[in-house]
């Protein structure tokens, strides 16, 4: 883990990856997941994506040697973050279900909670839509 003072930066668009580690570079960031190569790569992006700043970092193996475990990466955030990726990620295996037909859309698991307002997926705010968009980033969800 990573300490030092928190640096604020505000994104409006795609966080590259530069600007991530410049982000976290004096944060304390911690994992969020552990994942195989390529979908650590595709969460990230996607975070990324989400102007959520994120890093990657070599996983552990278990330790055994030869084993052959592929190589893993874990995903690294700021504890006020884990949230919005936590969303992210629910999203991401939402959408799946729902496009591979393994669910319907009414089904609890994928259905948003009832009486509720789905968080932005961006910014986490869980509130009203103003003219189809967050009323705390302003992104466009409608």
Partial sequence: MREGPRRSFDYHGRVQIEEAEGALVDSEVI????????EAKELRDAC??????VLLD?????GKGGCGCPPK????AREEDLSRVMHL???RWRALALR???????HPAVA???GEDPPCPACGTAAPLVGG???DCGLQLE
């Fill in 31 to 38: 994992p969020c997941l552990q994942a195989p190569l390529l």
């Fill in 48 to 53: 990324l994506a989400a102007e959520i700043p």
């Fill in 58 to 62: 070599r996983g552990d193996c278990c």
């Fill in 73 to 76: 990466l874990q995903l690294l």
């Fill in 89 to 91: 990620i629910h999203e």
């Fill in 100 to 106: 591979e037909g393994t669910v319907q859309p009414g």
């Fill in 112 to 114: 948003p909670p009832s």
């Fill in 133 to 135: 968009a967050c009323t």
